[in-house]
């Protein structure tokens, strides 16, 4: 079995600063890309950042210069720092983990999201 399990979301004031962290867990092989995404009520669940299993990153326009990902390979754990946050980035964060399951086949394995709310 595989958990992917967020933490870190809150209430946080424009300009703020959160950080998220991911972790997976359970009966891994190997993990390759991690990702994170976020979707508001009323709206498609959208990518904000993804790292490869060798740190290259991807992020949204949105976000660029303003969030940064970052993992540890050894814990098959994500990181998502946010800084300068708008009230527009208040969403439900979700983490996704691209593995292999010990015995099995590689796929998506996605967490149950963490709020994040900006607003004064």
């Known amino acids: 079995q595989v958990q992917v399990v967020e933490s870190g979301g809150g209430l946080v004031q424009p300009g703020g600063s959160l950080r998220l962290s991911c972790a997976a867990s359970?009966?891994?092989?190997?993990?390759?890309?991690m990702g994170w995404y976020r979707q508001a009520p009323g709206s498609k669940r959208e990518l904000v950042a993804v790292i490869s299993s060798g740190g290259r990153t991807n992020y949204a326009d949105s976000v660029k210069g303003r969030f940064t990902i970052s993992r540890d390979n050894a814990k098959n754990t994500t990181y998502l720092q946010m800084n300068s946050l708008k009230p527009e980035d208040t969403s439900v964060y979700f983490c996704?983990?691209?593995?292999?399951?010990?015995?099995?086949?590689?796929?998506?394995?996605w967490g149950h999201g963490t709020q994040v709310t900006v607003s004064s």
């Open positions: 359970g009966s891994i092989f190997s993990v390759y890309a």
């Open positions: 996704k983990a691209d593995l292999t399951v010990l015995g099995y086949r590689r796929g998506d394995y």
